[in-house]
């Protein structure tokens, strides 16, 4: 049986012109820093998100991590929120690896953080403390429902941010699914950062590889953290060469997948069994609760889904998410509506 997987954007593989680019890629020593296709990537996403340089990392979770590791030193303290996923997914890492202290905050439906919340989360000086250093955002939000941050909120952050004499570090992993939605080049949203990572492997098809962008020193400085991490890999201009038709050729169309969310929050929203989360400026990601009158489990649902041919994921008690890209096209999104009908009655 083939699969409708709307369980992640991790799960799209390359496009046919990923695999030509591939086949193809002129590759050298990476750590020698000799891959003309890795050198090439790492420059067109500095310039596009506005930044002096970039640095092609194995994953998302290595870009914030090593981020991380830039700009602190052990026992000094990032500010995040409660729902990020630097916090939540990333296996404790800048704790493990960085010695790293995490001081959480509350996300906001909107996925933000709030300004007052930020400050008040900033230490004074005092010895019994440790030292803020770093605040990360996340754009576009995912455990808060894919959403986009907007850009005035950016903007406010980032002078909030460096008016205290922090850095700010943004979580991209699909910031380019937040510029398309807002309409604007991605720079828009990433200039005005510190740091900042995002996903080849998501939405845009590639699959292997994030960048992580900053200033040229902050990328010296990564680029031996990489290193220690065990991140300096050779010829992997044959991961990157997919990350450039990436960027090349995969940004515009996310607003198809966007779309397609759309109309299947809508679909879903007319079954009684589902509360569909209909919020503001959410991209590619639909996430239902399992109404009180449905008996099944949210893992039985996930199953009895999966025998209709449909995969979707549980992001929390009773609640499903499912999240469109370039493989899921509008016979999918009929499909998948057909399917949860049958499973719910
Ligand atoms: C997926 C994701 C990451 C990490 O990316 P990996 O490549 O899976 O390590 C980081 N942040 C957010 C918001 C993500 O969705």
Redesign the pocket.
Known sequence: MTFIDLRSD?VTKPTPAMWKAMASAEVGDDVYGEDPTINRLQDMAAEQLGHEAGLFVA????G?LIAVLAHCGRGDEVIMGNQA??FV??AGGVAALGGVHTHTIPNQADGTLQLEDIQAAIRSENVHFPMTKLVVL?N???RCGGIALPLAYSREAADMVHGNGLALHL?G??IFNAAVYWGVPVKALTGMVDSV?F?L??ALCAPVG?VLCGSKDFIARALRIRKQLGGGMRQAGVLAAAGIVALEEMVDRLAEDHRRAAVLADGLSKLSGLVVQKKEHSTNMVFARLADEVALSDAEVVAALKTEGVLASAAGPRLLRLVTHYWIDDAAVSKTIAAFEKVLG
């Open positions: 991790t994953s998302g979770t290595m914030n996923h630097t997914y990333e996340e576009t939000q995912n979580d992993a699909r990572t996903c492997s998501k994030s």
